[in-house]
């Protein structure tokens, strides 16, 4: 794919990234205590939490890590842009210089396809010449091989 | 025209019967009709008939102006099912989409430094995002927004280096194709030299007989 898709792609990833780890935590963050008056759930945790047992906590255990990932998945996509962005062959000058390099090409461009139109046009006269002679010697022959 | 296409329509299962007998075979059980009784048949539609002006080319074969040119390339804007489109490609800017453009405007714009500080940017408004998030959960829509122009100028950036790349894909190409001229005029210069020289021993053979 060519450097721009592929830049386009990544500002996509980019994009995609940032809204999945958003929702993604917004998702499976553990409650907040809001105020000290309200008592913190864990009795309610304790019962459920002895009956299943650790298939449950893992996820929650688990959850200080996603952040780092997340945030790790992101600076590595915004790195890999960078490192795109270094690899674009912008070359300096612009359009007027790009233009003018046109212009050049397609006069030699030209000059080349005339003298090659030339080169044709004597290598299929010759061969006429050739085809016409062989054409000549072979009658030759035919009429002087007289059958005995 | 509509006559035709109506009969058409309806005598579709009985042609292969008429076929069948034309070739005297007696119908099988493969000719009875694949649907139901015309009054049970849900609508199926066949291809709709060709245009009517096809009868203007009766003679192309043998006169090849008697019949009409074909319509002139469309230019300007036009209207296709409703919609309207223009001939010219040209990548709307910024402003006239409403977005704010946070790169300086200028002929030529540096695109690698800016795509760089507007990545820089994105991070930073993504990482103010998270905190409000946090903090003051009911303020996030100002930040989607920042990050969302962000994006869009991102993405336009993108999109006015196309024309850049175009020019230099046909800059590329006719390179090419010059090395391949000159490639082939080196061909035949040699192929007719070898050729008269061909000859000439030729030549000198019979000579010498």
Known sequence: MDIISQLQEQVNSIAAITFNAFGTLQRDAPPVQLSPNYPEPASAAAAPAATTTATDADPTAAFPEQ???????????AKQFDALVAA???????????????AELQEENDVIGQELQKQL??????????????????????NMKKPE | MRVNHILSFFLAPC?????SEARNQSPSIFDHPRFPPLKRRMATATYPPPPPYYRLYKDYSENPSSAPEPPPPIEGTYVCFGGNYTTED?????????VPQLYPKDSNVDYKKELRSLNRELQLHILELADVLV???????????????IFKNLHHLLNSLRPHQA???????MELQIQQRKQAVEDIKRRREEAQRLLKDAFVTLDGQ
């Open chain 1, 121 to 142: 046009e004597a290598a299929e006269k010759e061969l006429k010449q050739v085809q016409e002679l062989f054409g000549q010697a072979a009658d030759n022959c035919l």
């Open chain 2, 90 to 98: 040209v990548l709307p800017s910024l402003e006239e989409q409403g």
């Open chain 2, 135 to 149: 903090g003051r959960p009911s303020q996030y829509a100002k930040r989607i927004g920042d990050i969302s122009s």
């Open chain 1, 88 to 102: 674009l062959p912008l070359s300096e000058g612009g359009e007027e210089a790009q233009l003018k390099r046109i």
């Open chain 2, 167 to 173: 020019r230099a894909t046909l800059i590329h190409i």
């Open chain 2, 15 to 19: 042609r292969r019967r008429i076929i």
């Open chain 1, 67 to 77: 952040p780092k990932q997340l945030s790790a998945d992101l600076v590595k996509a």
